[in-house]
Structures are given as structure tokens and as C-alpha cells.
């Protein structure tokens, strides 16, 4: 529920972003390509600022938050694979355990965010685009 609620809120802001600029500050015009750009645009800015919320609150305000992750991942893992060996367990959860570092989670959130922002731009700005030739008609 999370994850649905963050990506419809994602789209929401992206189409908000993109009708502003298109009604208010382009004329009632925009092609494809700049609504694509400037809806990854915004999608990054806002990854920015997230990634850096997540450093904060990871760094700073609940330290005992990745703890909580690894061993979360350790019960997934052995629920879901019940005879992987200790060397794979421990390897998995090394591995995660160096991905779930800070600095790391601030990299991975707003590579992800950016793309997620853009994979929505491009389906977005297909209904938000306006052509030159109804523009002219009015």
C-alpha cells in the first residue's frame, strides 16, 4: 500500500507539474519531448530531496532502522528458501548489509526515483502534449 500510494502521488505531481507549465507558462502548448523533460525534470529534483530526507532519517533519527531491514531479510529469506546454507545466507545478507548503507540508499533512491519519473513522464506526456495545430486554430 506504501509503494501504490508513492507512485500514485508520484503522477499526480508529475501531471500537476507538467498542465502548470503547459497552462500557465507555455501558452497552452508543450510538445512531447519537453514534457518528457521536464517531468524527469521534476522527478529528479523530488528524488533529490527524498534521498537526502532518507539520509537524514537513516543517519540521524532512526539508526536502529537497518537493523530492523537486515533482519527482516533474514526471516524473508529463510521463509521463503528453507534450505539454503549458511554460506548463501550469510553471503545474501552481507551483500544487503553493504547496500544498506546510507550514502548507498541516498545513490539507489534517486537513480530510481529519476527513472521511475521518467518511465511515467513518457506515458504521461503522451495525453498531456498539445500539437501546434490546434493551437493555431484558436
Given at each position: ?85 549458511d554460506e548463501e545466507l550469510d553471503l545474501a545478507l552481507s551483500m544487503t548489509e553493504k547496500l544498506m548503507q546510507p550514502h548507498w540508499m541516498m545513490i539507489m533512491g534517486m537513480l530510481a526515483g529519476t527513472f521511475m519519473g ?21
Open positions: 500500500i506504501p509503494s501504490l500510494l508513492s507512485n500514485i502521488l508520484t503522477v499526480g505531481i508529475l501531471i500537476y507539474s507538467i498542465i502548470q507549465y503547459r497552462d500557465n507558462h507555455n501558452n497552452a502548448f508543450i510538445t512531447y519531448g519537453f514534457a518528457v523533460k521536464l517531468g524527469t525534470t521534476v522527478a529528479f529534483f523530488s528524488s533529490v530531496i527524498m534521498a537526502f530526507y532518507t539520509f537524514i532519517h537513516i543517519s540521524y533519527l532512526n539508526p536502529d532502522s537497518i537493523s530492523v531491514i537486515l533482519n527482516t531479510t533474514e526471516q524473508s529469506i529463510l521463509e521463503t528458501q528453507p534450505e539454503i546454507s521518467f518511465i511515467y513522464s513518457l506515458i504521461i506526456s503522451i495525453f498531456l502534449r498539445t500539437k501546434q495545430s490546434s493551437i493555431n486554430s484558436n
